[in-house]
């Protein structure tokens, strides 16, 4: 392969100022990119990954990097092909509820643009002024708000991928209830962008709540705020958020449960005084947020998951159990921290049974503790490790359930295996 040669072909495409060569600032775990190009239209993406293939290239789909840690590192010289100019909204109609936009569109510039119309998309993400659509879609990332509003599988309606030829191929419409043929769209959730590159997307909206409130649940030990989590569960209140927190700071305390409530104002207030009744029953202290306050502590707690800005002795993973299992794998996260003496800190979806950890330490420590945690919880993530250990420990847990078949998918969608090599399980 000539590289000079391949540039000028990429450059006649994309245009020479979206052209770069071993960009320092687009690393995975040390490795830098032989290029990084940015097609500023699909049609441009589709004819970059055809150009690359002919190569062929590896191919590593790039956003707003803030989830470029997850997983493995790449297994072989790639190109990085950057989205941040796919920012346009193809199609909206307020009145249907429903959007198209291209992947490289933020979540703040999305949620911004919907607000004019008192409309939301209600996913959450850290650090949404960065993270992208396609990213989000990508990693199946997920938030607080799941509970109440479902995920980016319940809110999806359509797809365009970029397959790892350069074939533009899509799925769904712009049609809510879509129930012709197989639902393509899920294959790309959570994929890693090793099936195609996502290229636009289309969703349903909900209208902005008329009120919202949160109550911030506080304690000195992690059993009465589950108490108030599980009598939330078999009552007839439907918060849209119930996020257990532990070792952040903005909560105030070192166990909190945050209960965020949205809807008609008086079912808001309904929501507080149950809650707070709740609270007091466990002896929990109770504090309404609304306003300022409300959004602040959401956003703060949207934030702690992000792996972004990670320091160099530091790990964060994501757990995904039954709900019923999680305060107990918690629990054993916990101990195992406080043996290995490393300082915890978790967002957990208490009622969705997904929670992300962080801790920080040496290695060793790091080490000894995901291996504990392996053995409560095999079926985790790797979102985030020091250098030295991420190729060491097993990315995806110890059970990866149908991982055959997903090996089969992949061989027939990407039989070359062009598109981000070695980063997930297969």
Not at 36 to 62: C, F, K, N
Not at 145 to 150: E, K
Not at 357 to 362: A, I, Q, S
Request: proline letters at 7%; glycine letters at 6%; aromatic letters at 6%.
């Amino acid at each position: 392969m000539k590289l000079a040669s391949l540039q000028t072909d990429l450059a006649a495409i994309c245009g020479e100022d979206y052209i770069c060569e071993q960009p320092a600032d687009r690393q995975i775990y040390g490795q830098t990119p032989l290029l990084a190009v940015a097609p500023g239209s699909i049609d441009e993406l589709s004819q970059t990954v055809a150009r690359l293939a002919a190569e062929p290239l590896a191919m590593v789909p790039w956003g707003g990097g803030t989830q470029q840690s997850w997983g493995r590192p790449p297994n072989r010289p790639f190109v990085v092909i950057e989205t941040h100019r796919l920012h346009r909204i193809l199609d909206y109609t307020p009145d249907d509820l429903t959007i198209s936009v291209e992947a490289g569109l933020t979540l703040g510039a999305l949620s911004a643009a919907l607000a004019e119309n008192r409309q939301m998309l209600p996913l959450d993400a850290p650090l949404p002024d960065r993270a992208t659509i396609g990213g989000l879609l990508a990693t199946a990332m997920d938030g607080p708000r799941r509970l109440g509003y479902g995920s980016a599988r319940d809110l999806l309606i359509g797809i365009k991928v970029v397959e790892a030829t350069g074939r533009v191929s899509k799925a769904g419409g712009m049609v809510v209830k879509n129930v012709s043929g197989f639902d393509m769209m899920k294959l790309y959730l959570g994929s890693f962008g090793t099936l195609a590159i996502i290229a636009s997307a289309n969703f349903k909206l909900i209208p902005q709540p008329r009120a919202a409130a949160s109550i911030l649940c506080r304690a000195a030990t992690p059993a009465p705020l589950w108490k108030v989590a599980n009598a939330i569960a078999v009552s007839q209140l439907t918060p849209v958020a119930v996020e257990y927190v532990e070792g952040v700071a903005v909560t105030g305390a070192s166990y909190a449960l945050a209960v965020r409530t949205e809807g008609l104002p008086a079912a808001v207030e309904r929501h507080v005084r149950d809650v707070r009744a709740f609270a007091t029953q466990f002896g929990v202290s109770a504090e309404p947020m609304r306003d300022a306050e409300h959004e602040q502590l959401w956003a703060a707690l949207n934030d702690v998951p992000q792996t972004a800005l990670v320091a160099a002795d530091e790990l964060v993973v994501r757990v995904t159990c039954l709900p019923a299992n999680l305060s107990t794998i918690l629990t054993e996260a916990r101990t195992a921290a406080q043996h290995a003496d490393l300082p915890f800190q978790s967002t957990a979806r208490s009622l969705n049974g997904v929670a992300y950890l962080r801790v920080r330490g040496p290695h060793p420590a790091l080490r000894e503790w995901y291996t504990a945690l392996l053995n409560a919880a095999p079926q985790m993530t790797l979102l985030a490790a020091p250098l030295s250990l991420v190729a060491e420990l097993p990315a995806f847990g110890s059970h990866v359930p149908n991982r055959e078949l997903m090996q089969r998918i992949k061989q027939e969608f990407d039989p070359t295996h062009l598109l981000n090599p070695g980063r997930f399980v297969v």
